[in-house]
Nanobody, 119 residues
C-alpha cells in the first residue's frame, strides 16, 4: 500500500512557472518508478513525466522542453518543475507510483492538484 499526496498547484499566467511536489508514504520499497500525469476536462489522462528508481527519465514530447521531473529517493518525494506554462497545460495533475512485478503491476495515484494557466 502506497499513499501519495500532491501539492503546489494553483493559478498562474501564461509564461509563468509552478513546482508540484508529491510525497509518498507506505510501502515505499515496492515502488519501481514515480511520475506525473495530467487530465484536462474532456480528455484522457496522459503521461507528463516519470522517473525510475535508477534515475532514468522520460517525458511526453510536448512537455520535454519545459518540464523537469526530479525524485529524492531518501525523502520519498517527486517534484515537477513546470516552466513556460501555456493555457493548454490547464489540467488536474496526478502523482503516480508504479509497482512492477513479474506477473502483475499496480499503479497508485494521489488525489490530484489543479493547475490553471490563464491567457
Amino acid at each position: 500500500q502506497v499513499q501519495l499526496v500532491e501539492s503546489g498547484g494553483g493559478l498562474v499566467q501564461a509564461g509563468g512557472s509552478l513546482r508540484l511536489s508529491c510525497a509518498a508514504s507506505g510501502s515505499i520499497d515496492s515502488i519501481n518508478a514515480m511520475g506525473w500525469y495530467r487530465q484536462a476536462p474532456g480528455k484522457q489522462r496522459e503521461l507528463v513525466a516519470r522517473v525510475t528508481n535508477g534515475g532514468s527519465t522520460n517525458y511526453a514530447q510536448s512537455m520535454k522542453d519545459r518540464f523537469t521531473i526530479s525524485r529524492d529517493n531518501a525523502k520519498n518525494t517527486v517534484d515537477l518543475q513546470m516552466n513556460s506554462l501555456k493555457p493548454e497545460d490547464t489540467a488536474v495533475y496526478y502523482c503516480n507510483a508504479h509497482q512492477d512485478r513479474r506477473y502483475y503491476k499496480i499503479d497508485y495515484w494521489g488525489q490530484g492538484t489543479q493547475v490553471t494557466v490563464s491567457s
